[in-house]
C-alpha cells in the first residue's frame, strides 16, 4: 500500500489540473496561433507562471483501493494485484482463471 501522503499528494494534483485546464489550453493555443514572436513568448510565459502541479504529465495513475503506483490496469482502474485479487474472488464479471 501507498503512502498517506503519496495518495493525498496524487489527489492534490489533480484538483490543481482540474483547476488550471481552461487557462493552460488557452495559453497552449495562444503560444501556437500567436501572430508575432512576442506574443508566442509572452503566452509561454504566462504558461511557465502557472503552477507546476497544474501539468497534466505530473499526475501518476495509482490504485483507486490502495495508492499502488505500479501495474495499473487502465480499463479496471486497479493494479495487476488487486485485479488478481477481485478476479479469484469473482467480483469481476467475465474474467475467468486461464487454464490449458
Not at 27 to 38: F, G, I, M, N, W
Request: charged share 35%; proline share 4%.
Amino acid at each position: 500500500m501507498a503512502s498517506q501522503a503519496k495518495i493525498a499528494a496524487d489527489a492534490r494534483r489533480r484538483v490543481t489540473v482540474a483547476r488550471y485546464a481552461s487557462r493552460r489550453a488557452e495559453l497552449k493555443q495562444a503560444a501556437r496561433t500567436a501572430a508575432t514572436l512576442e506574443e508566442r513568448m509572452e503566452a509561454q510565459r504566462a504558461l511557465a507562471r502557472l503552477p507546476r502541479d497544474a501539468s497534466p504529465v505530473r499526475l501518476r495513475n495509482r490504485d483507486s483501493t490502495d495508492g499502488r503506483p505500479r501495474g495499473y490496469l487502465r480499463k479496471a482502474g486497479v493494479s495487476r494485484v488487486r485485479f488478481r485479487e477481485l478476479a479469484h474472488a469473482g467480483f469481476l464479471p467475465g474474467i475467468t482463471k486461464s487454464s490449458w
